[in-house]
């Protein structure tokens, strides 16, 4: 307390030695009373007494090192310590340094945005001075060229992978990939070419791939194929389908069954038939068209066109395969063509079933019981051995099975057993039966009646 007197005391002591004048003096004693007010609530005295403060103030030890030690924006006491004014103390700026990874007030960057909508379009601008910088990033010397589609691939490079994609499609019968890999291609505007495409591969082919063909040309339609495509196709097929009978003679006719089966799976509409009256003079497109409209003109000609490639080998019935390989050998014994007989039993494509004509051509020798019919039959089955139509397995097959129902045979036909073994015979000569196959021909024992015994006596019990 007597320090702080002493000053006070000091200071009013240079004060009235300053002053001269009776205005300054007034002034001097107005100066003197503020300093000591404001001396006295520094120290705690309040009329010379000292009252105990129970706030406790603190100051920073150090001033923030965001406010610059010689701004104007400072406040100092009398200790001379700087203090920020009370804007900065409350700024939301990080102290840290690094930021709290909240978004600018403008959304255009912080932690987990994507900046400013548009920001994205602004090319960035290439620094040189940057040590990832290339020249061959500079976009200044480069030209665009309109490229079409005639020069990505010509014609015939897309035809051999559409064809090999269809063969392909033959083996596996899946329209979904077939599917797939077409629109692989990026026909766009010569989807045409599939249709144009598929129909000749399958014209070459036999008729249960033709129909896959048909199958899968309906399938497409609608995610590859339009109507357009359907329409050009088959108009390119008719320009062109006196060159295809060159190499299939039947070329009209099977064209004009693809053209038939489309319209009744509704991929192109039925007045495309009425377009081309009057406006064709090639013989071989007249009769393509002359054979889709009859086909459509027939009664229920919409529903039997379902089965225009006739019905696949594996699901046809196997009362008509029977039937058919009857009907097969019959047609042979009247005109004696192992060439129509070989192409009538490919085109029933059973190759798992041919062990049926072997045992329908046995039955014929044995029922027939004349040697023109044996040796025919033997040539016939000799025919087919050789040319690998009919395999060694189902020639076995079916003489086995010709074994296995001998008994019923012989019933009506009594030297079945003596005709049987002739036949095998004359097939060992031919080298198309094997020795398993002789070793197991039957042979039937002659029954031994009591008068052939011994002198005609009845032999005892003890005999045995």
């Keep these: 307390m007597g320090e702080v007197a002493a000053t006070v005391n000091g200071d009013h002591g240079l004060m009235m030695a300053a002053a001269s004048d009776p205005e300054d003096e007034l002034q001097l004693e107005g ?13 705690g005295l309040v009329n010379g007494v000292l009252i105990p403060n129970d706030r406790i103030k603190r100051r920073a030890k150090r001033p923030s090192k965001f406010v610059a030690p010689h701004s104007k924006e400072l406040v100092r006491d009398s200790t001379g310590v700087v203090a920020p004014i009370r804007a900065l103390k409350n700024s939301r700026k990080s102290r840290n340094g690094f930021g709290r990874g909240l ?45 079409k589609m005639e020069d990505i691939e010509d014609k015939e490079n897309l035809q051999k992978k559409i064809s090999s994609l269809v063969s392909e499609y033959f083996d596996h019968g899946d329209t979904h990939e077939t599917f797939i890999s077409l629109e692989e291609l990026g026909l766009m505007l010569r989807a045409h070419l599939v249709v144009v495409t598929a129909v000749e591969l399958a014209l070459d082919h036999k008729p249960s791939h033709r129909e896959m063909t048909s199958v899968l040309l309906a399938d497409l339609y609608g995610h590859l194929l339009f109507e357009t495509h359907f329409t050009k196709g088959y108009d390119m097929l008719l320009k062109n389908v006196s060159d295809l009978s060159l190499d299939t003679p039947d070329a009209p006719t099977f064209l004009g069954n693809f053209i038939a089966r489309s319209i009744a799976d509704d991929c192109i509409p039925p007045k495309f038939l009425q377009g081309y009256k009057g406006k064709v003079e090639n013989e071989d497109a007249i009769k393509t068209l002359a054979r889709a409209e009859s086909l459509l003109s027939m009664r229920h000609g919409m529903v039997r066109l379902d089965n225009v490639w006739g019905v696949g080998g594996g699901t046809r019935p196997v009362k008509y395969l029977v039937r058919q390989m009857g009907l097969l050998l019959e047609e042979y014994l009247s005109s004696s063509d192992k060439e129509e007989a070989a192409r009538c039993l490919r085109e029933l494509e059973v190759p798992h079933f041919h062990h049926e004509l072997v045992y329908e051509a046995i039955v014929m020798v044995v029922e027939k019981m004349d040697d023109r019919t044996s040796k025919m039959m033997c040539d016939l089955l000799a025919s087919l051995f050789r040319a690998v139509i009919v395999t060694p397995h189902q020639m076995k097959e079916g003489f086995f099975r010709i074994y296995e129902d001998m008994p019923q045979i012989c019933l009506d036909v009594p030297p079945a057993y003596l005709l049987l073994e002739k036949f095998v015979l004359r097939c060992q000569e031919l080298k198309i039966c094997c020795n398993e196959i002789v070793k197991k021909l039957p042979t039937r024992g002659r029954k031994r009646f009591v008068s052939e015994g011994d002198g005609g006596r009845v032999k005892d019990d003890a005999y045995f």
């Design 31 to 43: 100066m003197e009373g503020e300093a000591s007010k404001e001396n006295q609530a520094l120290s």
């Design 103 to 147: 978004p600018k007030k403008g959304g255009a960057g912080g932690k987990g945005t994507w900046g400013v909508l548009g920001t994205e379009i602004v090319e960035e601008e290439l620094d040189t001075k940057d040590p990832n910088y290339d020249e061959s990033d500079k976009l200044e010397d480069v030209k665009l060229k309109v490229i």
